[in-house]
Nanobody, 115 residues
Framework: QVQLVESGGGMVQPGGSLRLSCAAS????????MGWYRQAPGKQRELVAT???????NYADSVKGRFTISRDNAKNTMYLQMNSLKPEDTAVYYC?????????WGQGTQVTVSS
């Protein structure tokens, strides 16, 4: 069982930055493929960015060049650095850990981009 806890959300003005963190329990964090997803009101949950156990990254087109995903296996933590935020980035952001048949989600953290 892996427990995931997101933090770092909040309200920011357009053009601002936030860094989300996802802290994972357990000692096998390093073998999981990790990802950030988001869900805006009235919309389906969508992929934001993923990072494999080998540190290969993938981004949604809408965040390429603005968001950076990373992980620190020594701290069992994944990050999402979000720059140049736009109102359309407003959503609940969820942390995901996946490996074979195992798939875990955090409780989500709210990000609101508004002037």
């Amino acid at each position: 069982q892996v427990q995931l806890v997101e933090s770092g959300g909040g309200m920011v003005q357009p053009g601002g930055s936030l860094r989300l963190s996802c802290a994972a329990s357990g000692s096998i964090f390093r073998i999981f493929n990790m990802g950030w997803y988001r869900q805006a009101p009235g919309k389906q949950r969508e992929l934001v960015a993923t990072i494999t156990s080998g540190n290969k990254t993938n981004y949604a087109d809408s965040v390429k060049g603005r968001f950076t995903i990373s992980r620190d296996n020594a701290k069992n933590t994944m990050y999402l650095q979000m720059n140049s935020l736009k109102p359309e980035d407003t959503a609940v952001y969820y942390c995901n850990a996946a490996l074979l048949k195992y798939n875990y989600w955090g409780q989500g953290t709210q990000v609101t981009v508004s002037s």
